[in-house]
């Protein structure tokens, strides 16, 4: 992509000084004028081809670490000497050397000292003026690339509207998803600006790491300004949103975060991208930590907060990318994957999605994103999982709780905090020890593909076996917050009845006396579709507690609340409360929880907040 900038550049000066030369060897025109009318040809000329073809680093796919040597070039220096200086000094010294030691730089000293004695002498005037022009041409162009090297842009027809590398704007910022390409952004010396309607733990982060963040519900068309060159939104962001409105009034240059986060794959060898309706986090979580493990310097893009890298983002410097697959509006079909896996497939996201079979036609469509070279890992224990992979190109290597499938445990057990000790039966017929660190059947699942993804990646066992064992989970899976009173809090990002069964049935295993669940409903949408499910799913818990219905990206209640599931959760034969303020929660649970009980929050919304203010209480 470098290169085709530069060739651009002298391409354009080559054949701009060749017209330049014409105009002025052979022609006679005064030299002053043309070469004016050429530099301003020039300008518009590159300010046309680029807009007309909006040639940008993403059609290009340049890495964005390639383009960094040019913002290093203006900004960094040697022994306290500018490197641009120092080019320039080579480029002199080279043109010094050209005029002064060479046939042609004679001939143009000739030229130049005596018009009519270089003609008498044999020399062809007009050609040597041409060439003149074109040298110049190439220098202009050298010239033009530094300049654009020095200001930061990767475009030169930008580059005389704004001096940073590529302003980056996301219309919603402090997302965990965008929060984390912000990160990446950040990191690679880009310029970002975004907004949220509040300041969270990542907007302050990403404030002190060098963002702009905006505050505020609504978000404002002003925060939009005609010097940003990309805007990123979310699939939460609506076209009535004023900042996306105010964009392409601007028409200014919009990806979604999903095609933002595709065109970052393009620049990595080998992308891998986790998928399912579940367990995406976690299991993308486990991979991450075994490559860790074995020094492979990943670049990271996780949907929960790791301890062991202290976020949810990390830029390394291999060809390993690894990010979550989400498939809520097809995102995932965006993605440019190497290797994918498919962790489960369920009804989910019915406010875009018409049923399951829908659903399951969309990750068919992501399984075909695969090339010829790559690997799909996919859960044998999928109904009719051949429906997906039928006709790929790709390798295709399954994972399951049954020996049908090419991945499989046996010789289950338990420790005392549902952590799971198992046999890994790998497709070469190989039989390993495994540990893990975090509780749950349904984490056996997760293991197994993060295993075979390891194991096609030719990571030491030893490594795969360690890492396992040493991690404990994700921000809000099953995440131990603390105790008060005698009372052990934790928090858990579960959402749907799935999840939610997974998540209990773990916690079945871990010492309590009394199992409360307060449970935060995400979305009236998911809440209608799911509600004899979601009242099954929490009456494995002894005693439940609901809050409102969390909203998140949706305005119409459907005439369904909180009180719905309560009714239901009751003709299941449990306690469930229901508080219309998370005060209301935490003063209930002060009052009634007592030592050796067991109290989760959950949901995807705010409800670990009730959590964390009983602690702080």
Not at 308 to 335: D, K, M, P, Q, W
Request: glycine letters at 8%.
């Amino acid at each position: 992509s470098i290169v085709l900038a530069l060739v651009f550049a002298v391409g354009m000066g080559v054949v701009l000084g060749l017209i330049n030369g014409l105009l002025v060897g052979a022609v006679k025109m005064p030299a002053f004028i043309v070469t004016l009318a050429t530099m301003l040809m020039y300008r518009s000329i590159a300010q046309t081809v680029m807009n007309s073809n909006n040639w940008t680093i993403y059609q290009l796919d340049a890495g964005l670490s390639q383009w960094q040597p040019l913002w290093v070039i203006g900004n960094q220096s040697v022994l306290q000497i500018p490197i641009l200086v120092l080019i320039l000094v080579a480029v002199v010294a080279a043109m010094t050397y050209l005029s002064t030691s060479t046939k042609f730089g004679k001939r143009v000293y000739a030229l130049g000292s005596n018009e009519r004695a270089a003609q008498l002498s044999g020399i062809n005037v007009s050609l040597t003026r041409i060439l003149v022009f074109v040298v110049a041409g190439v220098l202009m162009g050298i010239a033009s690339f530094l300049y654009v090297a020095n200001v930061g842009s990767v475009d030169p027809a930008t580059s005389g509207k704004n001096y940073e590398l590529y302003a980056i704007a996301g219309v919603v910022i402090g997302g965990i998803s965008m929060s984390g390409l912000a990160e990446i952004l950040l990191s690679e010396g880009f310029t970002v600006s975004g907004s949220d309607w509040n300041r969270s733990a990542l907007t302050e982060h990403l404030e002190k790491s060098g963002a702009h963040v905006n505050y505020g519900k609504p978000q404002k068309a002003e925060n939009i300004t005609d010097d940003i060159d990309l805007v990123v939104y979310t699939a939460a962001v609506h076209a009535d949103n004023q900042e996306f409105s105010r964009a392409k009034e601007l028409q200014l240059p919009m990806l979604s975060r999903a095609e933002f986060l595709g065109q970052l794959m393009k620049n990595y060898d080998t992308p891998i991208a986790v998928s399912g309706t579940h367990g995406k986090t976690t299991t993308t979580s486990m991979i991450s930590e075994i490559l860790l493990q074995a020094n492979t310097d990943p670049t990271l893009s996780i949907g929960g907060i790791l301890k062991s890298i202290h976020g949810n983002i990390r830029v390394g410097h291999s060809g390993l990318f690894v990010a979550e697959a989400c498939e809520y509006t097809n995102s995932f079909l965006s993605f440019f994957p190497k290797i994918g896996i498919i962790l489960n497939i369920e009804e989910d996201h019915l406010d875009f999605f018409k049923d399951l079979a829908d659903i399951r036609a969309s990750f068919r469509k992501f399984a075909q994103l695969l090339p010829a070279d790559g690997t799909l890992f996919i859960n044998g224990d999928i109904e009719n999982w051949q429906e997906i992979t039928e006709g790929l190109a790709c390798r295709v290597v399954t994972f399951g709780t049954t020996s049908a499938s090419d991945y499989y445990p046996s010789d289950i057990s338990y420790n005392k905090t549902a952590d799971a000790t198992f046999t890994v039966h790998s497709l070469n017929g190989q039989t390993r020890q495994l540990t893990l660190g975090v509780p749950g059947e349904h984490n056996i699942s997760n293991a197994l593909a993060a295993v075979a993804l390891s194991d096609l990646l030719s990571i030491d066992y030893r490594d795969t076996a360690e890492a396992l064992l040493n991690f404990h989970g994700t921000g809000r899976r099953f995440e131990y917050k603390g105790t008060i009173n005698g009372v052990t809090i934790v928090d858990d990002y579960a959402h749907h009845p799935t999840e939610i069964a997974a998540t209990l049935h773990a916690a079945l295993n871990y010492p309590h006396k009394t199992l409360w669940c307060i449970f935060q409903p995400h979305t009236y949408t998911r809440t209608k579709a799911f509600l004899p499910q979601f009242a099954k799913s929490l009456a494995l818990a002894d005693k439940v507690i609901l809050a409102d219905i969390y909203a998140a990206r949706e305005t119409d209640t459907l005439g369904i609340s909180s009180a719905d599931l309560q009714a239901l959760v009751q003709k299941e034969g449990k306690e469930c409360f229901y508080f219309h303020t998370f005060e209301e929660i935490e003063d209930f649970v002060l009052k009634n929880c007592i030592n050796g009980d067991l109290l989760i929050t959950m949901g995807a919304g705010d409800v670990v907040n009730i959590g964390e203010n009983l602690l702080s209480r």
